[in-house]
């Protein structure tokens, strides 16, 4: 899940927590650069200012998990399908992920501090349109709206903290705070989301948004000054607009099918034009002068497989957490409160996983932690894949859930790890860049085909069938994690 991507910081490597624009590595910033400096007059504002770029990476971070126990809730209100959910989850992050690129380097050509008033700006809007929604197509565009703010606020916000805290030491404790703010979004996002639907009602969710989003707004600019583009830098917009249309059109024509047939010519046309964009984006990339990612980046077989296995390995998680959320109140009958607390053996067995992850690595290299974390993972979705109609939360959900809770946390970690073997100052800020926007785009994707397969799969209405296309999704998963053990273990013996 794309929030993982903070969740090691300070634990295994920092550099992977820096935009595609950090100052430290495609753009670094010398003693004689000319860049003016946003940095504040004393040292007790910088950690002011870091506090309000960790408050709008909260919020971000929330809106990832916050919706996840308020689905069964927003379908009943909105009148939407179990397959047209997905796009509440999907639409923020496939945008977030398509478009982060382009928003390092948005921060190069306009500025960090203002590229951060912009994207928090468009990211409270877009809250606020989410929370107002009377049908699922404008709570959709909101959420595609959302996803762009995070592209655009969230590499500036890194890139503000590497020029805030420039001593290496200082730095690293500043990346440090703000990863740890940031994933706990992951828990706190979960609990919000029961807590606020069962007490208030599921559009409160994104309501909480504008308020906190204004105080950033107005705070920042007492707090940072304007800084200069650092660059000249021309724009890859096709490369950019390619890389959202197409896992947006694939993940139309899967959730068309879904809901419809295979062979919908909606469906299928929806799948060819992702297919087209996406061999169009590699095209542009290698053709243009100016790249959102070197092709040659992906020779690298360690970090191509790591890569690889990070994509499914997402896509696995996504869906756990999508079916489990359904599984305990559609199935076993739990109000939105009660699926909140639930998930906490969840987040907390995350959270402890977590912090011995660098442990791992030290004792068995990178390579055999991922496949650890594979492995656990794919314990807890094989469990998962196994669940009856009567079912119970401690025996029939609990156990999977907190093993792929840990595997989650290993595993991604461990893969982040991998996917900067042998990166160089020129090359470090597009191997994060790329690794955050596979993790997005992949548990999107992931998510809208295994429950896209699963709902073609199970038609009927019952809940006998739901439950059963649910087990079919799970089954589906698993063979993605197979997939990703085989990459890891082929391509990656060289980050052992």
């Given at each position: 899940?794309?929030?993982?991507?903070?969740?090691?910081?300070?634990?295994?490597?920092?550099?992977?927590?820096?935009?595609?624009?950090?100052?430290?590595?495609?753009?670094?910033?010398?003693?004689?650069?000319?860049?003016?400096?946003?940095?504040?007059?004393?040292?007790?504002?910088?950690?002011?200012?870091?506090?309000?770029?960790?408050?709008?990476?909260?919020?971000?971070?929330?809106?990832?998990?916050?919706?996840?126990?308020?689905?069964?809730?927003?379908?009943?209100?909105?009148?939407?399908?179990?397959?047209?959910?997905?796009?509440?989850?999907?639409?923020?992050?496939?945008?977030?992920?398509?478009?982060?690129?382009?928003?390092?380097?948005?921060?190069?050509?306009?500025?960090?501090?203002?590229?951060?008033?912009?994207?928090?700006?468009?990211?409270?809007?877009?809250?606020?349109?989410?929370?107002?929604?009377?049908?699922?197509?404008?709570?959709?565009?909101?959420?595609?709206?959302?996803?762009?703010?995070?592209?655009?606020?969230?590499?500036?916000?890194?890139?503000?903290?590497?020029?805030?805290?420039?001593?290496?030491?200082?730095?690293?404790?500043?990346?440090?705070?703000?990863?740890?703010?940031?994933?706990?979004?992951?828990?706190?996002?979960?609990?919000?989301?029961?807590?606020?639907?069962?007490?208030?009602?599921?559009?409160?969710?994104?309501?909480?948004?504008?308020?906190?989003?204004?105080?950033?707004?107005?705070?920042?600019?007492?707090?940072?000054?304007r800084d200069a583009p650092t660059a000249r830098v021309r724009l890859d917009l096709p490369g950019a607009a390619l890389l959202t249309v197409a896992p947006l059109a694939l993940v139309f024509g899967i959730v068309r099918a879904g809901e419809r047939s295979w062979t919908d010519p909606t469906a299928t046309g929806s799948i060819l034009l992702a297919l087209v964009a996406f061999g169009a984006f590699l095209l542009v990339e290698a053709r243009t002068r100016r790249p959102l990612v070197d092709l040659r980046f992906f020779r690298h077989r360690v970090r191509s497989a790591a890569n690889v296995a990070t994509a499914l390995l997402s896509a696995a998680l996504s869906t756990t957490?999508?079916?489990?959320?359904?599984?305990?109140?559609?199935?076993?009958?739990?109000?939105?409160?009660?699926?909140?607390?639930?998930?906490?053996?969840?987040?907390?067995?995350?959270?402890?996983?977590?912090?011995?992850?660098?442990?791992?690595?030290?004792?068995?290299?990178?390579?055999?932690?991922?496949?650890?974390?594979?492995?656990?993972?794919?314990?807890?979705?094989?469990?998962?894949?196994?669940?009856?109609?009567?079912?119970?939360?401690?025996?029939?959900?609990?156990?999977?859930?907190?093993?792929?809770?840990?595997?989650?946390?290993?595993?991604?970690?461990?893969?982040?790890?991998?996917?900067?073997?042998?990166?160089?100052?020129?090359?470090?800020?597009?191997?994060?860049?790329?690794?955050?926007?596979?993790?997005?785009?992949?548990?999107?994707?992931?998510?809208?085909?295994?429950?896209?397969?699963?709902?073609?799969?199970?038609?009927?209405?019952?809940?006998?069938?739901?439950?059963?296309?649910?087990?079919?999704?799970?089954?589906?998963?698993?063979?993605?994690?197979?997939?990703?053990?085989?990459?890891?273990?082929?391509?990656?013996?060289?980050?052992?």
């Amino acid at each position: 899940m794309p929030v993982i991507a903070e969740l090691s910081a300070g634990h295994v490597s920092p550099t992977h927590s820096r935009a595609p624009c950090a100052p430290s590595l495609e753009n670094p910033v010398h003693s004689h650069d000319p860049v003016r400096s946003p940095l504040p007059a004393d040292g007790r504002r910088r950690w002011q200012a870091l506090a309000f770029l960790s408050l709008l990476q909260l919020l971000i971070a929330v809106d990832v998990t916050v919706v996840t126990i308020a689905l069964p809730s927003i379908g009943a209100d909105l009148d939407a399908p179990v397959s047209s959910l997905t796009w509440v989850v999907t639409g923020y992050t496939v945008v977030g992920g398509g478009l982060l690129l382009l928003g390092g380097r948005l921060c190069d050509l306009l500025g960090r501090r203002r590229m951060f008033l912009v994207g928090a700006g468009l990211f409270g809007v877009a809250s606020l349109a989410a929370g107002l929604a009377t049908d699922l197509t404008t709570l959709v565009l909101a959420r595609f709206a959302q996803g762009a703010g995070e592209a655009i606020a969230s590499p500036a916000a890194m890139s503000l903290i590497a020029l805030l805290f420039p001593g290496a030491r200082e730095r690293a404790r500043a990346l440090s705070v703000w990863g740890a703010i940031s994933s706990s979004g992951l828990v706190v996002g979960v609990l919000l989301s029961g807590v606020i639907t069962e007490l208030l009602h599921w559009r409160a969710i994104f309501l909480v948004n504008p308020p906190l989003v204004l105080l950033v707004l107005v705070a920042t600019p007492l707090l940072l000054r304007r800084d200069a583009p650092t660059a000249r830098v021309r724009l890859d917009l096709p490369g950019a607009a390619l890389l959202t249309v197409a896992p947006l059109a694939l993940v139309f024509g899967i959730v068309r099918a879904g809901e419809r047939s295979w062979t919908d010519p909606t469906a299928t046309g929806s799948i060819l034009l992702a297919l087209v964009a996406f061999g169009a984006f590699l095209l542009v990339e290698a053709r243009t002068r100016r790249p959102l990612v070197d092709l040659r980046f992906f020779r690298h077989r360690v970090r191509s497989a790591a890569n690889v296995a990070t994509a499914l390995l997402s896509a696995a998680l996504s869906t756990t957490f999508f079916l489990s959320t359904l599984y305990l109140q559609d199935v076993l009958g739990f109000d939105p409160l009660a699926a909140a607390l639930a998930f906490l053996p969840f987040c907390l067995a995350l959270l402890l996983a977590v912090t011995q992850v660098a442990r791992l690595v030290g004792a068995l290299g990178t390579t055999r932690t991922a496949l650890l974390g594979l492995a656990t993972t794919a314990a807890g979705v094989a469990w998962l894949a196994r669940l009856p109609v009567a079912g119970d939360l401690w025996v029939d959900l609990l156990p999977g859930m907190v093993a792929v809770a840990v595997g989650m946390a290993v595993g991604l970690i461990a893969l982040q790890n991998a996917a900067l073997t042998d990166v160089t100052d020129g090359d470090a800020g597009v191997a994060s860049g790329v690794q955050r926007c596979v993790d997005q785009l992949g548990g999107a994707t992931g998510l809208a085909l295994l429950v896209g397969i699963a709902s073609a799969a199970s038609p009927d209405a019952g809940t006998a069938a739901q439950v059963a296309g649910f087990r079919t999704a799970f089954q589906l998963a698993l063979g993605g994690l197979a997939l990703a053990a085989v990459a890891v273990a082929v391509g990656g013996r060289r980050a052992t």
